[in-house]
């Protein structure tokens, strides 16, 4: 099974940063992967897919970039309602995989 | 508009089955895969299976594989998850989603299984 280690599990930020988040897979997964936003008691909602396409509705401040075994989620500008948890998912093979979660909070 | 509904949560004790049930409308459901998702309490997202179109191909984490089945009802635009030999690490929030393999992305709202005795 391919394994997603994401990075940081957690970070403190202020509003305006920009935050970068890391997933890496234990081999290559070509471009699929997408990145994901849950925010508490709600269902995730994707913010990425094939690694850098940003879904429809998505700001535009959120990009992906990577491709092969290691990828990247910047938010260039962070805003309040970013605060959250964001999680990427493999679905190059099965099973897929979601990395471990970036939990985002205010400092 | 797009809705999936998820139900058939509760609480169940440790060895038993329950099936939940995902019903979508707005989009054609009958042309995509589709997957459930859990979540166990502070924990978390976990992929558990994925079905195909058609039914015809599935795919399952190694920790549901031989207790949880997926399957679909195309006619009633209805996905489902049997889930036999539950225990208690089993307890979690199921979502079911649309395929990550397509451009569009729904999600139910969860259905919370707790397996307790």
């Known amino acids: 099974d391919i394994q997603m280690t994401q990075s940081p599990s957690s970070l403190s930020a202020s509003v305006g940063d920009r935050v970068t988040i890391t997933c890496r897979a234990s081999q290559g997964i070509r471009n699929a992967l997408g990145w994901y936003q849950q925010k508490p008691g709600k269902a995730p909602k994707r913010l990425i897919y094939?690694?850098?396409s940003l879904q429809s509705g998505v700001p535009s401040r959120f990009s992906g970039s990577g491709s092969g075994t290691e990828f990247t989620l910047t938010i260039s500008s962070l805003q309040p309602e970013d605060f959250a948890t964001y999680y990427c998912l493999q679905h190059n093979s099965f099973p897929n995989t979601f990395g471990g979660g970036t939990k985002v909070e205010i400092k | 508009q797009v809705q999936l509904v998820e139900s058939g949560g509760g609480v169940v004790q440790p060895g038993r089955s329950l099936r939940l049930s995902c019903s979508a409308s707005g989009f054609i459901f009958s042309s995509y895969a589709m997957y459930w998702v859990r979540q166990a309490p502070g924990k978390g997202l976990e992929w558990v299976t994925l079905i195909s179109y058609d039914g015809s191909d599935k795919y399952y984490a190694d920790f549901v594989k031989g207790r949880f089945s997926i399957s679909r009802d195309n006619s009633k635009n209805t996905l489902y998850l049997q889930m036999n030999s539950l225990r208690a690490e089993d307890t979690a929030v199921y979502y079911c989603?649309?395929?990550?393999?397509?451009?569009?992305?729904?999600w139910g709202q969860g259905t919370l299984v707790t397996v307790s005795s």
């Open positions: 989603a649309s395929s990550p393999l397509v451009t569009f992305d729904y």
């Open positions: 094939a690694a850098s």
